[in-house]
Each structure stands twice: as structure tokens, then as C-alpha cells.
């Protein structure tokens, strides 16, 4: 009985140990992926020239905005929760290139609440990075929601008319539906390069979608999608 208990926790001890080496594995691969996604973005950031157009949806408070409006580029920054919208006025006051729009990019025009993390109060000037419109965000619970406009997406760039060489999405858990439409609609030829940061780990109801985006994604030559970054 002893030896067949020691054997059992030499195994055990075996599998603790291949669990480890594969999430330091996965750790490492993500941070590969995120690292390769930075040097990305800088490529394309540094190949902006005057004339060019950068879209940020989901400017925040304006730091990847800055960044971009840097370079010269015209530069349209979406941003709907209102404390966030301030605060990113206020850092790009001034910059002639610079286009800001208090609402929301998604898949359909509208009015929508906007949920805010749970804390919010306690920090407003890094909680509203949370800001989402999709419903089942962890941590949002009991948050205070906001009334905000929501833009019609691909609309807009129809209307817009122009070529868009650089596209950053980080808004929340509604890349899924708003990257769902675009690209499925001709508009999406248009654009050069795409960085986005996925919510299914936030938002778990995503994650099936999100893997089918993907897939869709590999089969276009235009945009390039980079789905890695932050």
C-alpha cells in the first residue's frame, strides 16, 4: 500500500509539473505575441505620414491618440463615457489634426448605457478604461451606468469616405459585433492595419465569436488584422 501510494504522488507530482511547464509555455507565448504586436503597431505608426488617416475607437483618455496625432496623420478618436471624454480633450487641445467624437463606435447607431466598473468612484481617471456597453463584463456589476450615443460604425467610414491606414479597437467587448459587420461589408477593403484587444476572457458569452472572427479574418488580405494588442 505505501509503494502504491508513493507511486501516486510521483505522479501527481508529474502532472503538477507538465501543468506548470505549460502555463509558463502559454505565458510565454502571449507575452511573444503581445511583444510582436508593440513592434507592429510601431511599424505602422512610423509609416504615418501628413495626409494620412489613424482611427482610434476607444481613445480613453488619449495616450495611443497622442501617439498618433504625433506623426502628423489626421487622427479621428471615438470616446463616449464623458469623464474619460474630458480628460482626453484636455490632452489634445490644440492639435489642428486631431478629430474627437463623444460616442461610442459599435454595429448600430443608437442610444445606449454605458456601464462602468464597479469602483468607479473610488478612481475615476483609471476606472473608465472599463467603460463597456456589452452586458456580462466581469467586475461591472453594481456599477453606475451613463447614457451615451452610439455611432453606426461602418456608416461612418462609408460616409467618411477615405482611406483609413491605421484602425486601433479597444472598446469593451463590442469589437466582436462591430468586426462581425465590417467585415462583411466592402468598406473593410479600405482600411489598412487593424489593432484590436479582444474581451472574451472578460466577457466569456464572446469567446466562440470571437474565434470565428479570426478565422474569417485569415482568409481576407485587407485589413491585416492584429488581434494581440495590449
Known amino acids: 500500500m505505501t509503494g502504491g501510494t508513493g507511486g501516486m504522488g510521483l505522479i501527481l507530482e508529474r502532472v503538477?509539473?507538465?501543468?506548470?511547464?505549460?502555463?509558463?509555455?502559454?505565458?510565454?507565448?502571449?507575452?511573444?505575441?503581445?511583444?510582436?504586436?508593440?513592434?507592429?503597431?510601431?511599424?505602422?505608426?512610423?509609416?504615418?505620414?501628413?495626409?494620412?488617416?489613424?482611427?482610434?475607437?476607444?481613445?480613453?483618455?488619449?495616450?495611443?491618440?497622442?501617439?498618433?496625432?504625433?506623426?502628423?496623420?489626421?487622427?479621428?478618436a471615438f470616446e463616449p463615457d464623458p469623464h474619460a471624454f474630458e480628460l482626453l480633450s484636455a490632452r489634445l487641445a490644440g492639435r489642428a489634426n486631431v478629430t474627437l467624437i463623444q460616442a461610442a463606435a459599435a454595429a448600430q447607431a443608437?442610444?445606449?448605457?454605458?456601464?462602468?466598473?464597479?469602483?468607479?468612484?473610488?478612481?475615476?481617471?483609471?476606472?473608465?478604461?472599463?467603460?463597456?456597453?456589452?452586458?456580462?463584463?466581469?467586475?461591472?456589476?453594481?456599477?453606475e451606468t451613463v447614457e451615451v450615443e452610439v455611432k453606426d460604425f461602418v456608416a461612418y467610414l462609408h460616409a467618411l469616405n477615405?482611406?483609413?491606414?491605421?484602425?486601433?479597437?479597444?472598446?469593451?467587448?463590442?469589437?466582436?459585433?462591430?468586426?462581425?459587420?465590417?467585415?462583411?461589408?466592402?468598406?473593410?477593403?479600405?482600411?489598412g492595419h487593424v489593432f484590436v484587444e479582444t474581451h472574451e476572457r472578460a466577457v466569456i458569452s464572446l469567446a466562440a465569436r470571437t474565434r470565428a472572427l479570426k478565422r474569417r479574418a485569415a482568409r481576407m488580405d485587407r485589413p491585416v488584422i492584429n488581434w494581440d494588442w495590449r
Open 162 to 191: 477615405r482611406p483609413v491606414k491605421l484602425l486601433k479597437i479597444d472598446i469593451e467587448g463590442s469589437e466582436v459585433a462591430l468586426l462581425e459587420r465590417l467585415l462583411g461589408d466592402p468598406v473593410a477593403a479600405r482600411i
Open 16 to 76: 503538477r509539473m507538465e501543468l506548470g511547464h505549460l502555463a509558463r509555455k502559454a505565458t510565454g507565448e502571449k507575452t511573444r505575441r503581445r511583444g510582436a504586436a508593440i513592434e507592429a503597431f510601431e511599424a505602422a505608426r512610423a509609416d504615418l505620414r501628413p495626409g494620412d488617416l489613424a482611427i482610434d475607437l476607444g481613445a480613453n483618455i488619449g495616450l495611443i491618440t497622442e501617439t498618433l496625432a504625433e506623426t502628423g496623420a489626421d487622427v479621428i
Open 110 to 143: 443608437g442610444t445606449l448605457p454605458l456601464m462602468r466598473h464597479r469602483d468607479f468612484a473610488n478612481d475615476p481617471d483609471r476606472r473608465t478604461v472599463s467603460s463597456t456597453l456589452v452586458q456580462g463584463k466581469r467586475r461591472m456589476e453594481g456599477g
